[in-house]
Structure formats: structure tokens, C-alpha cells
């Protein structure tokens, strides 16, 4: 059977796929229907965060499976409450919502964020400032908080109340907040679809002190960043910033589709019953999932992932052909003077796999990568940048 054919046939064409299927693999070693093995620095756009095939995630997984896939929200589920302590645990925050995907995950903030400000600021303080060159998801909200046209045209009318900042203009920022009624401002520690730019530390530091001087809540968008792939648990935290309300999705499932929106103090009972709610949300098979996950994310590893993104970062800064790296943690981006597009295709035919953000390279690696396989794709790298 041809299924590139099968897809272009069949699949809504909204994806412009590399010419691979991926049939196997273990580890950050994938295996491709043509027969050849590819060093993985995308996994699966930072879902993976330790491979595929990962035994004890697997075993997780399985063992809800022989109990039960799914009861709804109508009863209490064990791998839920578990996984929603660790979380809290591992972040300070309070409670959480469980969801399917990142988007959904930034929804609940949005809609949190305009409730909290609703109750207890009026109910015409719902707006939100989020960033230029964000990206927080495809359903209107939240594309409608993207802080990037290309993704708005086309979908008019957005939905309303969301005001873009430029990021690094503290004065900017501080005229929307005196301009505008505001709900909370809304931020990717490093933003990942709009170029993998870290929003530099004074920057998180005018957001914090805006928000508390302004009385608005703050969001961390933390859907890809997030689950330690920063080299700390959240990314928002080499800030040292508070945020109110968090989301994450991405890697949090190991695999399946799981997200969630964690409420600080202030806004831990903003929710009431019948306020919120999803079907798939909080299944327990995901859960199980990412209990395994989390469980796994502490400062060993973190500690690993610090090591290896300052070898990518000493082996790429001054590598021929590329122009500067820029990231946090393995969320790295290379500016190259190639079409990114073009660059990621060559180096699938020199077997490294790699994800693009606008016109740069972005590598999301998994967070247990052997150093061996880094080495031989970072050594592809710097070969197909030379050229
Ligand atoms: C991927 C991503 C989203 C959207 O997540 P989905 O699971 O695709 O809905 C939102 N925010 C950020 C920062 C992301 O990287």
C-alpha cells in the first residue's frame, strides 16, 4: 500500500510532511519505511521527552489499560489525582484541570483568567496582553491570542479581548495595562513557534511587576517548554517568575494526548462546579502515563539536560554556516542563512531529524538522548551548515 498516497488522497492536507514514514524505532532512534534509522532531535515536536518505546512508560500505560480506559468525570480516578499531585508538587501550584492538548490547556487559563478578573476587578476587565510572535494553539481563543497575523487571516472575526505587546518594551506593556481594562497578561518563557526566543530576564521581570502593580493575573504558557525540557521543571521558572495560571500539554502524556492548566493561589477556586469540562479530560490511561513521566523529571535529569543543550550550544555557536543559537535548555533554535525548510530536508537524508520554527532550525531533543547519538547528529549538523 502507498500511504503518502493514501494521505494525500484521504488526510485534510493541512501538513507539509517530510517524505518519511516512521515505522518503529526505540529510544531517539527511529526507524523509517525506507529502512534507514534516524537520530530523532525532534521527538515528535518535544512530546517524547524519553523516546519512544520507553519500557517504563510503556509498562504504565499497559497496566491502566488491563483496568480500565476511561469513566468520565462523574467518578474519582486514581492516576488523575496522582498525576495532579505531583504536578502541584513539582510546581508550588495548587490545583489543576486536566485536558487533551495544549490548546484546550490555554483555553481553561483564558477562561479562568477572564472569570478571576470577572468576580473580583468587573466584568469589563477581559482583556489579555499576550506577546508578538506567540503561539498558544489553533481553536479561535486561542489563536486569537497568537500574537502573529499569518495565523489570524482567514479566520475573522477573532475572538475579542486579546492585545499583543512587543516583547522586551516594558513601557509598551505598562501603556496597554493603563489603556485597557485587563484580565492578565500571558507569556511563553521562550517562544517556541516564533522563533525559539527567550523573553530575556528584564523583560520577565517588568511582567511580574506590572501584573502585581496592575493587579492582573499572569499566564506561563509552558505547553512546550514545559516538564523540565528548560533544565528546570517549568521554563518560567529560570525567571523566578509566579505565574497565576500555567498551561501544559506537549510532553506531559509521554505520547498520548493529555494537558493541563495548573491554578496558583489566587486562583485556585475560581472554578466552581459545572464551570468547566471535557469528556477525555483527566483519562486515566493518559494519566498513568504521565505519572510515569513526571516521576522521572527530577535534578538528575535536569541536570542532563543542562549538559547536553551546553554541548549543542558550544559545538553549534561558532560552527561554519551558522549564525547564531539561540533557546534555553534542548529547546534550541539555529539561525542559518538556508532555508530552513530545505536545511531540515537535507538533513533527513543525512539521517537527523529536526523540527523548523519560521526561518530557523529548532531542535527538541529528547531529555535522555545518549550522548553518542547527540554527537553523530550534531556532527550532521555542522557537515550539512559547512556546506
Ligand atoms: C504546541 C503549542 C500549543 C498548542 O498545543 P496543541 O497540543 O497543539 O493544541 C500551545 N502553546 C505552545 C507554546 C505550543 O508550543
Not at 265 to 286: I, L, Y
Not at 361 to 379: D, F, G, S, Y
Amino acid at each position: 500500500m502507498d500511504i503518502m498516497a493514501l494521505d494525500h488522497r484521504y488526510i485534510a492536507q493541512t501538513y507539509n510532511r517530510f517524505p518519511l514514514q516512521i515505522t518503529g524505532g526505540c529510544g531517539s532512534l527511529l526507524q523509517g519505511a525506507d529502512g534507514k534509522e534516524y537520530i530523532d532531535l525532534g521527538s515528535g515536536i518535544a512530546v517524547n521527552i524519553f523516546g519512544i518505546n520507553d519500557t517504563a512508560w510503556k509498562e504504565a500505560v499497559k497496566t491502566q489499560l488491563d483496568k480500565f480506559q476511561h469513566c468520565s468525570n462523574l467518578y474519582y480516578n486514581e492516576p488523575a489525582s496522582v498525576l495532579a499531585k505531583l504536578l502541584c508538587e513539582k510546581s508550588k501550584m495548587q490545583r489543576v484541570f486536566f485536558c487533551n492538548s495544549g490548546a484546550e490547556a490555554n483555553e481553561c487559563a483564558i477562561k479562568a483568567a477572564r472569570k478571576w478578573a470577572a468576580t473580583h476587578k468587573g466584568e469589563e476587565y477581559y482583556n489579555i496582553i499576550t506577546l508578538k510572535k506567540s503561539f498558544h494553539g489553533r481553536t479561535l481563543a486561542t489563536l486569537s491570542a497568537t500574537g502573529q497575523e499569518v495565523y489570524h487571516k482567514d479566520y475573522q472575526p477573532l475572538v475579542q479581548g486579546f492585545l499583543y505587546a512587543e516583547v522586551g518594551n516594558a513601557q509598551q506593556l505598562e501603556e496597554l495595562l493603563q489603556t485597557h481594562a485587563c484580565a492578565a497578561i500571558m507569556y511563553e518563557a521562550v517562544q517556541g513557534e516564533g522563533g525559539v526566543m527567550p523573553i530575556g530576564q528584564n523583560y520577565a521581570d517588568a511582567i511580574q511587576a506590572l501584573a502585581d502593580k496592575y493587579n492582573v493575573l499572569t499566564i506561563a504558557d509552558e505547553v512546550q517548554l514545559g516538564n523540565g525540557r528548560s533544565g528546570c521543571f517549568f521554563g518560567y521558572m529560570n525567571y523566578g517568575l509566579k505565574p497565576d495560571l500555567v498551561s501544559t500539554a506537549k510532553s506531559l502524556g509521554g505520547g498520548l494526548p493529555l494537558g493541563a492548566t495548573l491554578f496558583g493561589e489566587k486562583t485556585a477556586n475560581v472554578f466552581s462546579h459545572g464551570d468547566h469540562g471535557t469528556t477525555f479530560g483527566a483519562n486515566p490511561v493518559c494519566c498513568a502515563g504521565g505519572i510515569s513521566i513526571l516521576s522521572r523529571i527530577d535534578e538528575k535529569l535536569l541536570k542532563g539536560v543542562r549538559k547536553r543543550s551546553a554541548y549543542i550550544i558550544r559545538e553549534l555557536s561558532n560552527a561554519k554556516g551558522i549564525l547564531s543559537v539561540s533557546g534555553m535548555g534542548l529547546m534550541l533554535g539555529l539561525e542559518i542563512p538556508q532555508p530552513a525548510r530545505a536545511f531540515a530536508q537535507k538533513l533527513l537524508e543525512h539521517g537527523v531529524l529536526v523540527t523548523t520554527a519560521k526561518d530557523k532550525i529548532r531542535l527538541l531533543p529528547a531529555l535522555n538522548i545518549p550522548m553518542e547519538q547527540l554527537k553523530q547528529a550534531v556532527q550532521s549538523i555542522k557537515h550539512c551548515a559547512a556546506e
